[in-house]
Structures are given as C-alpha cells and as structure tokens.
C-alpha cells in the first residue's frame, strides 16, 4: 500500500512514476543503490520528469475511456 500512496503522490505532483519487479541485472541494481547485503527487495518504484517534447503514446492516449455508464451496473448488466 505504502508504494501505491507513493504512485499516487507522485501522478499529484506531475512526476512519472513506475513499480517494476528486478528480472535481470538483481546484483549490479543493489550494488548501485547499495542496498545492504542480506536485504532483497521484491520491487523498485522509479520516479522522474518527462523530457522536452516528450509526447504521450499508448493505449490510453489512443482508445477512449468507457463511460460511467458502461463500468457501474446497478441490478441489472446492460446488453449493449
């Protein structure tokens, strides 16, 4: 819970932010934090501005939100 309060501080504040688990690299990436040794962490959350001219890309800059409508079913799931 701490890392998605920490998230959401940060999309409030204008930073990009990101968890991502250590697949590769596990010792060069504690080495470089100087994480203690006997400590392994599970995950990394990174932080950081975007660059200039920097230009969202992705799904959801491409494909439109659904509406309220379409997420929230009160007794009954709408058919279309």
């Known amino acids: 819970m701490a ?20 697949m590769q690299g596990q010792a060069e990436l504690l080495e470089t934090l100087g994480v203690p040794t006997g400590l392994r962490p599970i995950g990394v959350l990174a932080f950081g501005y975007k660059a200039p ?5 992705g799904s959801s800059v491409t494909i439109p939100r659904r509406t309220f409508g379409h997420l929230v079913h009160r007794g009954h799931w709408r058919e279309d």
């Open 3 to 22: 890392c998605m309060v920490m998230l959401l501080k940060a999309v409030d504040e204008g930073v990009g932010a990101w968890f991502f688990g250590i």
């Open 53 to 57: 001219g920097d230009r969202m890309e």
